[in-house]
């Protein structure tokens, strides 16, 4: 699986779920600016990953950001985090299942947030990790070298 495959299906999740109205993926500077948002958002940002050549796993690092819009005196912000933790427990439910071909890490860090962004947002950031499989298929490589090995 490729990390195209991996925002394909986050974008689909979210185009999916009925509390979600805009999905995005990028840098976290990047929010809103090329086009405007129509909150509740699921934002994706590849973080720091690694490769893993004894576990045949790329260990791909995701931070999703889930917010939405808090009224100018904040009176709905507890209720704005609350619905986008039920709405991040959604997504994490669904990528746990087993026909995917990646699996979830065991633990999800969970950060909660308010007046975050350029918009007066708050939310829920998940950091989570799939480890989709590494082949190592050295026949695979478009490469005219020689290995000493085969």
């Not at 699921?42 to 990953?49: A, D, E, L, V």
């Not at 690694?50 to 939405?68: E, G, H, P, Q, Y």
């Not at 959604?90 to 065991?106: E, N, P, R, V, Y």
């Not at 989570?128 to 005219?144: F, G, K």
Request: glycine residues 4%; contains cysteine.
């Amino acid at each position: 699986m490729t990390i195209n495959q991996v925002k394909k299906l986050l974008n689909d999740l979210a185009d999916d779920h009925k509390m979600i109205n805009d999905f995005g993926w990028g840098d976290i500077w990047e929010i809103g600016e090329s086009q405007s948002i129509t909150y509740p958002l699921m934002y994706c940002t590849p973080q720091q990953s690694n490769l893993s050549v004894s576990a045949k796993t790329f260990n791909l690092n995701i931070s999703i950001i889930f917010a939405d819009l808090v009224y100018g005196d904040e009176k709905n912000s507890d209720d704005v985090i609350n619905d986008q933790m039920l709405i991040c427990q959604d997504i994490i439910a669904q990528l746990k299942s087993d026909t995917f071909d990646f699996t979830l890490g065991t633990n999800v860090t969970i950060d909660f947030f308010s007046e975050r962004l350029s918009d007066l947002v708050a939310g829920v950031r998940a950091d989570i990790t799939l480890a989709l499989p590494y082949v190592s298929d050295r026949c695979a490589v478009p490469s005219d070298y020689s290995l000493i090995d085969g």
